[in-house]
């Protein structure tokens, strides 16, 4: 028979079981409940060779593609209340993630065909008017510039994080402690090459805009809003990050953190 003493120590072990596999639980789940687009066909526009499934608007982005593949480069220009934001745009007619991190309000989406040399054809206007469901939706989802999976390396990361509490604190302090500045990528990059996570976060090592992309998926997929900002810090060309901590906008430099800029001044041209 057992005594007492045997059942008060078995159930204090299962209770401590029982915790950490709560724990477990509640960090995995953090980044299954993110959000992660789709393309469901409820709200579907189209116009010319644009195509456009407005289905989650309301969650902070679109899901645009061609209507036809194409040999030819296309481009998605975003008007909002004058703002203007150019995209790439796949063309073989999958669809891509663009964001509505303009707010509500009328967004008018311009495809353009490259036709021949420097020279574009306009193929297809759709305008939205979008009614977000949360200000800060469209930095809780992965799109061209902060591109990440279920099973991106960061992600997994994030979640195992997590567990530590202030997982705010804890990702600026991973960022700082295990990253450094990946020089030669900073003088081979092409104009225009989108920031890349799976790399950076595999080598430890990046540009601005690929630490600053690095943190804002792990931010992201835990449920903190965060913003990936492109402006100028002092005189240099340079990404960043802002996140919305207990409702508060809150400022991070990757790069400045692991000591490879000390500006004085930034100056915000766009942001994603």
Not at 46 to 54: E, F, M, N, V, Y
Not at 89 to 117: A, C, I, M, R, T
Not at 147 to 157: G, I, M, P
Not at 222 to 246: E, N, R, S
């Amino acid at each position: 028979m057992c005594s007492s003493g045997m059942i008060r120590k078995s159930l204090l072990v299962l209770a401590l079981a029982l915790l950490l596999f709560a724990v477990g639980a509640i960090a995995y789940a953090s980044s299954e409940d993110a959000v992660w687009p789709e393309s469901s066909g409820e709200v579907v526009e189209s116009d010319g060779k644009l195509i456009i499934d407005a289905s989650h608007a309301d969650q902070g982005y679109v899901m645009c593609c061609v209507s036809a593949p194409t040999g030819h480069r296309m481009k998605v220009r975003v008007t909002y209340n004058g703002a203007q934001l150019m995209y790439d745009l796949d063309n073989e007619g999958s669809y891509e993630v663009f964001p509505l991190q303009l707010g509500s309000g009328k967004y008018e989406f311009s495809l353009f065909e490259n036709v021949k040399g420097s020279k574009f054809s306009a193929e297809g206007k759709i305008v939205l008017k979008v009614e977000l469901g949360d200000e800060n939706a469209a930095f809780l989802v992965p799109n061209q510039y902060v591109n990440y999976v279920r099973t991106t390396n960061a992600v997994l990361k994030s979640d195992e994080l997590a567990t530590q509490g202030d997982i705010y604190n804890t990702i600026c302090d991973f960022m700082t402690n295990e990253f450094s500045y990946d020089f030669v990528r900073a003088k081979t990059i092409s104009s225009g090459e989108l920031p890349e996570i799976e790399q950076c976060f595999d080598n430890r090592a990046g540009i601005c805009q690929d630490l600053s992309a690095v943190m804002v998926c792990m931010l992201r997929v835990q449920g903190i809003p965060a913003k990936l900002m492109i402006g100028y810090a002092d005189k240099y060309y340079h990404a960043w990050t802002v996140a919305v901590v207990d409702g508060e906008e809150v400022f991070f430099d990757p790069t400045a953190a692991i000591g490879c800029l000390n500006a004085k001044k930034y100056a915000t041209e766009r942001y994603y």
